[in-house]
């Protein structure tokens, strides 16, 4: 049963840019979150799509957004990055979203400039 | 605001040597409290979920312990594979719905041979 899988692995980007990560889930998984893990703050939740429908939200601005397709995909955009935006970014999948174990992709590692 | 809190940051054990992780929260409406396991270069992997007070599960050598304020991971005489970083996280929600996994900062294992 392949894992989450997370493209790319490793991005460099400078200031002012923006960026588009994409996360495949697991086949049946209809629940995609993505988190944000710095060595300072650790991992902070940023967005959770079920069912191509954003349902959660963390306290993140809103140069970062998410969406889902109908085939449960996903991808998240942050635009205008800064250089506090470097981090690596975690997607995590499972069928509901609700009171059950996440499955982590290994990251996107983006590097900004 | 949903709180974690992990002690120790990091902890330095012989192999067969036992101890305890401590993760304190205070949530509102707690659903769920999980322990994950991270690796270097890795997303976290699933290790235990516990639901209420009193719960206890165990796999390996591992054991989690849930109370109203904590929870402990216990480690029986450990090996040098069990050397990673060990997060906590709660899951909060109410009126049916569910937030996004508030994690502590971790706990930082080396296990030497």
């Known amino acids: 049963k392949a894992g989450v899988t997370q493209t790319p692995r490793y991005l460099i980007k400078t200031r002012g840019q923006q960026v588009t990560l994409s996360c495949s889930p697991i086949?049946?998984?209809?629940?995609v979150s993505w988190y944000q893990q710095t060595p300072g703050q650790g991992l902070q939740f940023l967005f959770e799509?079920?069912?191509?429908?954003?349902?959660n939200k963390g306290n993140f601005p809103g140069r970062f957004s998410g969406r889902q397709f109908s085939n449960s995909r996903s991808e998240m955009n942050v635009s205008t990055l800064e250089l506090g935006d470097s981090a690596l970014y975690l997607c995590?999948?499972?069928?509901?979203?609700?009171?059950?174990?996440?499955?982590f992709g290994s990251g996107t590692q983006l590097s900004v400039l | 605001e949903d709180q974690v809190t992990q002690s120790p940051e990091a902890l330095r054990l012989q192999e067969g040597e036992s101890s305890s992780l401590n993760c304190s929260y205070t949530?509102?409406?707690?659903?769920?409290l999980f322990w994950y396991r991270q690796d270097p270069g890795k997303g976290p992997e699933f290790l235990f979920t516990?639901?209420?007070a009193g719960e206890e599960k165990e796999k390996e050598r591992l054991k989690a312990t849930l109370t109203k304020k904590e929870s402990f991971l216990h480690i029986t005489a450990p090996k040098p594979e069990d050397s990673a970083t060990y997060l906590c996280?709660?899951?909060?929600?109410?009126?049916?719905?569910?937030?996004?996994?508030?994690f502590g900062k971790g706990t930082h294992l080396i296990i030497q041979p």
């Open positions: 995590a999948s499972s069928f509901t979203g609700m009171d059950e174990k996440l499955f």
């Open positions: 086949s049946g998984h209809r629940s």
């Open positions: 799509y079920f069912s191509e429908t954003q349902r």
């Open positions: 949530v509102s409406g707690l659903r769920g």
């Open positions: 516990l639901y209420s």
């Open positions: 996280a709660v899951q909060a929600g109410s009126g049916g719905g569910a937030d996004g996994l508030t």
